[in-house]
C-alpha cells in the first residue's frame, strides 16, 4: 500500500510513522509512506498556503492553489482521497477494515478555520472525523487513523489474532487481560485464567466483555442483543436467552 501524507507541518508526521507498527509496516516493505510538504507546492512569493477568508471573519483558510498541485501530483488513478474534519462521518473499525485493503491512501491535512471549499468540491474525497471534538489540524487524525488501517493489513502485526479480539473487531468490548504475576501487592489474577481450562476461560472472557460493553457503552449493547436475535433462530428458547441478557 501507497500512504501519502499531504502537510503543512511534516515534522508533526515523521517521528510518529518512524516508530512502532508503522515503521515495522514500512521496514517489511508492506507500506510506502511518502509524507509531502504541500508548502513546496506553494507559487507564492512567500510559500503561503493560506489566506483570510472572503466575507469576513475570524481564522485563515487554507489555498486552493497548493492543495490542488499537490492532490494533482499524487494522484495515479488508484487512490483513496481521505480529508480529516470535524464535520464529516464518523470513523470507526468498520472503515479501518475496508480502508486496509486498499492501493493507495491519500490524507489530505486541513489547517488553520479550513480549506478552500473548492478543493472539497473538485477531488473525490472521503471526509471522515474522528469524534465529535475539534482538533487543531488534520494531522493527529491522520496519524490514528493511519495506525488503526496499518496494524489490519495481513503481515504487519505477527499474531492477527490478537487485532481481531480487539474491541470492534468484534461486537462488544474487550475483555480485562492479564500478565505475570499472578499476584502484585495483594491484586490477584482471577483464578479462572490460571485453571488451564480454555472452556471455562472463553465463558469468563466472554461474560466479562459482556458486562463491561452493558455497563459501558449501552449503544453497542443494543446493536449486539439485536445481532444476537436475527443470527438465531427465532425460538422461544432464544427469545429467553435475549430477555435475559438484556435485564
Ligand atoms: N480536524 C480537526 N478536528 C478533527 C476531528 N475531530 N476529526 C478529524 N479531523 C479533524
Redesign the pocket.
Known amino acids: 500500500m501507497i500512504i501519502d501524507i499531504l502537510t503543512t507541518f511534516p515534522w508533526m508526521i515523521e517521528p510518529i510513522i518512524e516508530s512502532s507498527i508503522l515503521k515495522i509496516a514500512s521496514e517489511k516493505e508492506i507500506v510506502v509512506f511518502n509524507v509531502i510538504d504541500i508548502r513546496e507546492y506553494s507559487k507564492n512569493k512567500h510559500k503561503n498556503t493560506d489566506d483570510a477568508p472572503f466575507g469576513g471573519g475570524e481564522g485563515m483558510i487554507m489555498s486552493p492553489q497548493p492543495l490542488f498541485d499537490t492532490i494533482i501530483d499524487v494522484q495515479d488513478g488508484l487512490e483513496k482521497i481521505i480529508f480529516?474534519?470535524?464535520d464529516?462521518i464518523i470513523f470507526d473499525q468498520v472503515m479501518a477494515k475496508k480502508l486496509s485493503n486498499e492501493k493507495h491512501l491519500v490524507f489530505v491535512c486541513?489547517h488553520y478555520k479550513g480549506i478552500d471549499q473548492r478543493v472539497r468540491d473538485n477531488f473525490k474525497m472521503e471526509e471522515?472525523?474522528?469524534?465529535?471534538?475539534?482538533?487543531?489540524?488534520?494531522e493527529i487524525?491522520t496519524l490514528a487513523m493511519v495506525d488503526s488501517i496499518v496494524r489490519l493489513i495481513p503481515g504487519v502485526i505477527n499474531n492477527i489474532k490478537s487485532a481481531e479480539s480487539d474491541s470492534f473487531s468484534q461486537p462488544l468490548l474487550d475483555c480485562p487481560w492479564y500478565t505475570r504475576p499472578d499476584s502484585y501487592e495483594g491484586n490477584k489474577v482471577p483464578e479462572v485464567l490460571l485453571g488451564g481450562n480454555h472452556k471455562k476461560i472463553d465463558e469468563w472472557r466472554q461474560s466479562k466483555r459482556e458486562e463491561k460493553t452493558k455497563k459501558l457503552r449501552p449503544d453497542l449493547w443494543k446493536k449486539y442483543i439485536e445481532m444476537e436475535y436475527i443470527s438465531q433462530d427465532n425460538t422461544k428458547e432464544q427469545e429467553f436467552k435475549i430477555n435475559k441478557k438484556s435485564n
Open positions: 480529516p474534519t470535524p464529516g486541513g471522515i472525523s474522528i469524534g465529535d471534538f475539534v482538533l487543531t489540524g488534520g487524525p
